[in-house]
């Protein structure tokens, strides 16, 4: 009787303890560029340049992600994973346009949360980067967005590679539950660019000094009011499609992971292998 065959997870970029690092100095950077309504102090130098704030974060972010991008390829990304992250983030930026002004018609969420999964977490987090800032210059959708946008996306790939090994219709529906979170999650992350200076006069409006969580009800408020119509579709789309189309995708994508052969091969001893000695076996 064989024996059962054993399914692994493919990691085209394998990274190393200096990857990891900048991947988590990038994150905290990145944290403070979301949240500094939350963080900063009212009496502070950027509480008083909050219109300023966006345009040095989006200064900021580019370069922190440069860093990350040349840590992962110097740790471990060869020329088979380099190649099959261009694909990908081709077709993403190919398919953006797909659903530009369309009620939050984004069918590219699918492509990285299933490439994230087959090929881990340091290829999700740079085809998540590369494949947004691919389709803004596409698109021609360039502004100080846009790093916030290469950030939330990367960290979307980053953590659909974290997540739990399953296999079969439990994953399916893993990465459904993820695709719904991640892409509501998204465009909630992306309201706190811009929300600190937009809606002054409102009772949505952020009010420096006030207690957290009157400026996270806000902060939701203006959410639902401005973007929810867009954020809702958003999910209900990237989870439907991968319950409809995730299997297959998966399914290719992993295939072409075997062919590409991005784990270091298996090598046998000739003892292990054979022992010319030994006496054939029994029934």
């Known amino acids: 009787m064989s024996a059962p065959r054993v399914v692994r997870s493919v990691r085209a970029v394998r990274l190393g303890v200096r990857s990891w690092c900048a991947i988590g100095l990038a994150s905290a950077i990145g944290v403070i560029a979301f949240f500094w309504p939350f963080l900063a102090d009212p009496g502070s130098t950027i509480v008083a340049h909050s219109q300023d704030a966006p345009w040095i974060f989006a200064a900021t972010i580019p370069l922190v992600l ?39 018609i984004e069918p590219i969420w699918v492509i990285l949360i299933l490439g994230a999964r087959v090929f881990g977490p340091g290829f999700g987090f740079a085809l998540g980067s590369l494949s947004l ?57 992306l309201n706190l660019w811009f929300w600190p200076f937009i809606a002054e006069g409102t009772q949505a409006a952020f009010i420096a000094g006030a207690p957290v969580w009157d400026n996270v009800g806000r902060w939701f408020v203006f959410t639902a009011t401005t973007s929810l119509a867009f954020d809702l579709p958003r999910a209900v789309l990237t989870s439907g499609a991968i319950v409809l189309i995730g299997a297959p995708i998966l399914h290719a994508l992993r295939r072409a992971a075997r062919r590409a052969a991005f784990e270091p091969p298996v090598q046998f001893e000739h003892g292990e292998m054979s022992a010319p000695t030994a006496e054939p076996r029994r029934a």
């Open 133 to 189: 800032v691919a389709s803004g210059l596409l698109t021609g959708g360039v502004g100080p967005w846009l790093p916030f946008q290469m950030l939330a996306a990367a960290w979307v790939g980053l953590f659909a590679g974290l997540l739990p090994p399953l296999r079969g219709r439990r994953e399916v529906a893993l990465l459904a539950g993820y695709g719904f979170l991640a892409a509501f999650a998204y465009g909630l992350l």
């Open 66 to 104: 440069a860093v990350v991008i040349a840590a992962i390829l110097d740790g471990g990304m060869d020329a088979k994973a380099v190649a099959m992250l261009g694909v990908l983030a081709a077709v993403i930026a190919l398919l953006r346009p797909l659903g530009a002004g369309m009620a939050g």
